[in-house]
């Protein structure tokens, strides 16, 4: 909980008094929440904004009058209570891509429809509300009560983030347009086609143009002030799921305790979800499949044959009782991956170092298998070490399990993982246990055997 003493101190100690009078259960989720004055008045100042931790008010605050005050921090206190910053962190590592403008209109919108119904309370005149982004953008009629129950934030940004990345042509065109205007307009195209070499030149870094709902939602929420800052905390996945669990409990239990005065209209889609990490379950299960287990050792007697020197209290002889050892034998860990689908770099990434940390903590070695409808390469790497980040995937090709799963079977792996997105058949089933990790967007598609991974 945030320093008491510190409580007095900042701008918004007035509003959140009165939040917690008005609304004592919800509006006292702020004294979980770190406030901070900041002196920095630019040109445009925002009068307070969040990085999911802590709420600053700037000077152009103190300029509002108790009512906007109250509502600016009851906004800014369900930005971190439902842990708006943090997902926009997690959605980045899953898409790849998130724009921040977007999705804090996407945001703002949530919020603005769940504080409409407090008469106690004085929303920006330019704020977004969710049915009126609905309306506008996806064509969609529904009242607050009915979209609060349905739309969940990373759901709302996907649908109305249409942007493209623009065509190669007309880029290198634009560019050069530019470079000739900058220039007085001198030099033309030479033989070489020099706009075609610079647009081959960009690659996948060139930014995304906007489709037609994403530029109605920047016109809707253009007179919204962006108020969600980069997120500052770089916890553990497992860290993570215990503060999206700990705020939706908090969140529960003032709703519940602040009833009609509650300033969530309704327990919105949108509370923090709590599920337990990939990365946890993936090293569980590993951790389990490689963990070497005694076995019966002929060579060494037991300790209970040892305590009573192999005789009976009566003194008669003992049969021989074996020991128990572990194996010697280095755990083999098997990473099968199938390259004709697709996986997105940053899933990729989060994947590989996992793997690389599990073999490192078990002393396993790891056998990587790369392949489509046939085996194209297979490498034996030493533990913590992989070559899984660099693997090229080409999409949209034939693929058959079958011919990597009978190479993985001549390592005599203790557990295997598929790295995949089950579009093709298995037909051979090995004697040791697989994992199929699978993307997000393949969540709904059947595994042949062994277990599914969903990787979020």
Known sequence: MADG???????GTR?????????????????WIHHQDVDDDDAEPLAAATDGTTIYYGPAFDRLGLAEQIGLVAHQVLHVALRHPQRQVALGRLIGDVDPGLYNICADAIINASLGHLGWLTLPAASVNLEDLLRTVLNIQQTAEAALLEWDLERLYRAVDDRRREPA??????????RRSQAGGQGEPS???????????????????????????????????????????????????????????????????????????????????????????????????????????????????????????????MPWEPGRAYATAIARLVVMVDVSG????????????????????????????????????????????????????????????????????????????????LDGPAHHRPRWPVIWAVPAGCRHARHPFGTKLILE
């Open 342 to 421: 697709s996986v997105e770099n940053p899933l990729l990434e989060r994947f590989a170092r996992e793997i690389e940390a599990i073999s490192r903590r078990m002393e396993a070695a790891v056998i990587v298998i790369i392949g489509d409808d046939r085996v194209r390469d297979q490498q034996t790497f030493t533990p913590g070490r992989s070559n899984l980040r660099g693997i090229e995937f080409q999409g949209g090709g034939g693929t058959d399990f079958t011919p990597l799963l009978k190479a993985a079977e001549a390592h005599r792996p203790d557990i295997g993982v598929f790295l995949t997105d």
């Open 169 to 178: 042509d007309r880029r290198a065109n634009r560019r050069w347009s530019s």
């Open 191 to 317: 033989a070489g086609n020099r706009p075609q070499r610079d647009a081959e030149s960009d690659g996948d870094t060139a930014p995304r143009v906007d489709g037609p709902r994403a530029a109605r939602t920047r016109m809707l929420g253009a007179e919204s002030p962006r108020d969600l800052l980069p997120s500052t905390t770089d916890t553990e996945p497992e860290r993570e799921a215990e503060q999206a669990r700990e705020w939706r409990e908090r969140i529960t239990r003032a709703h519940a305790g602040d009833g009609e005065h509650s300033m969530l209209r309704a327990l919105l889609a949108d509370l923090p979800k709590v599920r337990t990490p990939w990365e946890q379950i993936l090293r569980t299960r590993l951790c389990r499949g490689l963990s070497q287990r005694p076995g019966l050792s002929w060579s060494r007697p037991s300790r209970s044959y040892l305590a009573n020197a192999g005789r009976t209290a009566d003194g008669r002889r």
């Open 5 to 11: 003493h510190a409580m007095h101190e900042h701008r």
């Open 15 to 31: 509003a959140i008094q009165k939040m917690v009078e008005l609304a004592p259960s919800t509006g006292g989720l702020a004294l």
